[in-house]
């Protein structure tokens, strides 16, 4: 994504400070602090994004997870995809253009982790599809008769959660050596899969969003 500064950009550092601990640049850092703590992002790995009205906040790249602050956020304008804030000396996250990817399907928060369940799932299903002689490429992860799928909505649109005996079907896309460059492998499941609201990537972790705040860190968590 072409990285484009909004002309009023220096002048927004009333965008990033708020004493309410729901304003997404204070929850931004609460979330990352939480995923630390679960050991599902480390060092300056993953990333959260939040959409507020016409304004994106961007957790950035390069900064510890467990050390994040309001004032190290970036914020885009939607509309014309500029940065309306951006910090000094820090880079905005190579996570930007999948962040946006989930935006533009109507999510209100968008999770990045490299949790390491995640990462085994991915292995997991590459190991089963090497052993039935099937394409790895056209797996995904599925899985039924557990209690944590019934947090998961059935998908866009549709009314109630996914039950007991529901099956629910996570795609897998492959790793590149470019977080960005995952950008049309994660818009193609998006599209092939339209009721997921998560996307494995295979030895990397896992992208997980959601109509707002909370629904998207239910489904992260589960």
């Known amino acids: 994504m072409a990285e484009i500064d909004h002309p009023s950009m220096n002048s927004n550092d009333h965008l990033i400070k708020s004493d309410d601990p729901n304003h997404p640049a204070n929850l931004i850092c609460t979330l990352c602090r939480k995923f630390y703590n679960l050991g599902w992002v480390t060092g300056t790995g993953g990333g959260t994004s939040i959409r507020h009205g016409d304004h994106i906040f961007i957790a950035p790249s390069g900064?510890?997870?467990?050390?994040?602050?309001?004032?190290n956020m970036f914020?885009?304008?939607y509309a014309s995809r500029s940065y309306l804030r951006r910090p000094p000396v820090l880079k905005p996250s190579a996570c930007t253009p999948?962040?946006?990817a989930a935006f533009d399907r109507g999510a209100g928060c968008c999770i990045h982790t490299h949790s390491q369940?995640?990462?085994l799932a991915t292995l997991l299903v590459e190991r089963d599809a090497r052993l039935a002689g099937q394409d790895v490429g056209e797996r995904c992860f599925e899985i039924q008769q557990i209690e944590q799928i019934k947090g998961i909505p059935r998908g866009k649109g549709?009314?109630?959660?996914?039950?007991?005996?529901?099956?629910?079907?996570?795609?897998?896309?492959?790793n590149t050596a470019h977080e960005e460059d995952l950008t049309s492998s994660l818009e193609v499941a998006m599209e092939k899969y339209p009721d997921t609201f998560a996307v494995l990537v295979r030895r990397h972790?896992?992208?997980?969003?959601?109509?707002?705040?909370?629904?998207?860190?239910?489904?992260?968590?589960?």
Do not use: H, N, S
């Not at 900064?63 to 004032?71: G, H, I, S, Y």
């Not at 972790?205 to 589960?222: F, L, M, N, P, S």
């Open 205 to 222: 972790g896992i992208y997980v969003w959601g109509d707002d705040v909370q629904k998207a860190k239910t489904q992260t968590e589960r």
């Open 117 to 119: 369940w995640a990462v």
């Open 158 to 174: 549709k009314a109630g959660m996914l039950g007991f005996f529901d099956k629910l079907k996570v795609p897998i896309i492959e």
């Open 75 to 77: 914020v885009l304008e």
């Open 63 to 71: 900064v510890q997870k467990e050390l994040m602050e309001p004032t």
């Open 98 to 100: 999948l962040f946006m």
